[in-house]
């Protein structure tokens, strides 16, 4: 595999893209989706060797739920697609325009980042997402999956590019790493002559590798360890139905909650209704020593289960005397992505918004709706933990930079 071919490909794409009518990015959209589902059976089948390799490498359950394929999560990608070209196309927006005392116009302008490379784990389904997004906003897109799903990337590539060409678009708009060696990993992220960006989506090692070692910019997305506090006088039913939603509806997901947080004036009436109803679901909860002395099936926790993203049935449990003991416990543990505060007091949930450190901060509701597609940006690229750039779902506008563009009409310096 020839990556510097590759990188001047995809320099070549981007420069081509920059300039594409929306209405052509519309069309190489909607083509691209229905590739997706006239080549379902040959997706699906490429998905199941993966599956089959996955299971006997001894996979685990939560890593196998992003892995699997079926025919209603091929037409979720298609669907995203369609919603991605449905959505109002940011490149070229004039951000502002201000006359100097000189007679200039200082204005800026949304345009594509270039070249975008994205390295991923055994999640399929990024490979349409990053595809649509980029390609919405003119990027030229290289992907580096991994090798557990590397069989049903190579058949949802292999459908987008058809669908490109026959659009009449330049297929080398979306290339795909075959090769999934660590060499070639590290080579890309090197890449810095030709890639403009780096995003990489997958677990804590993956992001912290990428960042370690690459010579391009890094955009990072989210290891996420998330936490719910119940206040003090918080709605305990409320509260209960969200853990439940936030832990249980996906456990392999970066916005599920993996901390819990109690008030202690709560915890003889909550715990017990806590326990009955993750015990119907199988989640362990490791909590500290006076939870566990009043809840004998807890675990006691030790002192890495505070700042750990499990992706599994566990959980962590922590009492705390004050608001303010959750924020300090929140903010020193979290890993900037999604936080949760029960409560029925504003004055509590306005300080909980304000000094929790996160890309997303919820009053009364799941962590689970950090995402691009509920916030209403299509679908997304990854949900960056960082401040600089990019902070939260990222969306078509985080795929773009600016420009300045000024407009004289014979001035010079003097």
Known sequence: MNLTEIGKKAKEAASYLSQL????????????????????????????????????????????????????????????????????????????????????????????????????????????????????????????????????????????????????????????????????????????????????????????????????????TGTGNCHIYVDEGADLDMALKIIINAKTQRIGVCNACESLVIHRTEAERFLPMLQKKLAEKNVEVRADAQACLQIPEFILASEDDWGKEYLDYILSLKLVDSLEEAIAHINYYNTGHSEAIITRDYEHAQRFLNEIDAAAVYVNASTRFTDGNEFGFGAEIGISTQKLHARGPMGLEALTTTKYIIYGNGQIRE
């Open 21 to 220: 009518q929306v209405s052509y990015k519309n069309k190489g959209l909607k083509y691209a989706a229905q590739a997706l589902l006239e080549g379902k059976k040959e997706i699906l089948s490429a998905n199941q060797r993966d599956m089959i390799h996955a299971k006997m490498s001894g996979m685990s359950q939560a890593l196998i739920d992003r892995l699997a394929l079926t025919e209603e999560r091929i037409q979720i990608m298609a669907d995203g697609l369609l919603q991605v070209a449905s959505l109002e196309d940011p490149v070229g927006e004039v951000l502002s325009m201000k006359e100097r005392p000189n007679g200039l116009l200082i204005g800026r302008k949304r345009v594509p980042l270039g070249v975008v490379g994205i390295i991923y784990e055994a999640r399929p389904n990024v490979t349409a997402d990053a595809f649509g997004l980029c390609f919405k906003t003119g990027n030229a897109v290289i992907l580096k999956g991994g090798s557990d799903a590397i069989e049903s990337n190579k058949a949802i590539v292999h459908c987008i590019r058809k669908g490109l060409v026959e659009a009449g678009i330049r297929a080398d708009s979306l290339q795909l790493l075959t090769d999934t060696s660590r060499d070639i990993t590290k080579k890309l992220m090197r890449l810095n002559q030709y890639v403009d960006v780096l995003i990489p989506r997958g677990g804590a090692g993956l992001i912290q590798a990428v960042v370690e070692n690459s010579t391009i910019p890094v955009i990072e």
